[in-house]
């Protein structure tokens, strides 16, 4: 299920604002349809990305899936405990599950992304296909 507080792309990552920078991980499902998650390839600090540029790569025993970038900017920071851990992915993709963290220079995009409401509406469209 989305989660009210936070924004969702279409390519199933979700979003929390803390000011100027954007906490990114994976949605409930994404993981899912992932499988169990063995590791996750984790972006460099201090990469510029724009929106839509790959940022991470998760490893799962199904597929080996991006994790693009849902704005652009700069990384600030990333999940370490998904090196020893990457399973958080899968038991809390909304917390300790989260991938990287990014400093937007264009706060704008937001206004393209999905609230909680679209985001299920999305999924339900997928699911009808």
């Known amino acids: ?20 920078t954007v906490v990114v991980g994976v949605t409930d499902y994404a993981q899912h349809e ?13 990469k510029e990305l724009k929106k839509g540029d790959p ?10 899936s991006d994790v693009y970038a849902p704005v652009s900017g700069k990384i600030t ?9 990457p399973e958080l992915v899968n038991q809390e993709p909304f ?7 990014i400093s937007m220079t264009q706060a704008s995009e937001l206004q393209e992304l999905m609230d909680a409401k679209k985001y299920e509406e999305y999924l339900k469209g997928i699911a009808g296909e």
């Open 34 to 46: 992932l499988g169990d998650v063995v590791y996750v390839d984790l972006p460099a600090v201090g």
């Open 1 to 20: 299920m989305a989660q009210e507080n936070l924004l969702y792309s279409k390519d199933h990552e979700w979003l929390r604002v803390e000011g100027g």
């Open 95 to 101: 917390a300790g599950g989260w991938i990287f963290k």
């Open 77 to 85: 920071e990333v999940n370490l405990n998904l090196n020893n851990t």
């Open 55 to 64: 940022a991470a790569n998760i490893e799962s025993v199904k597929a080996v």
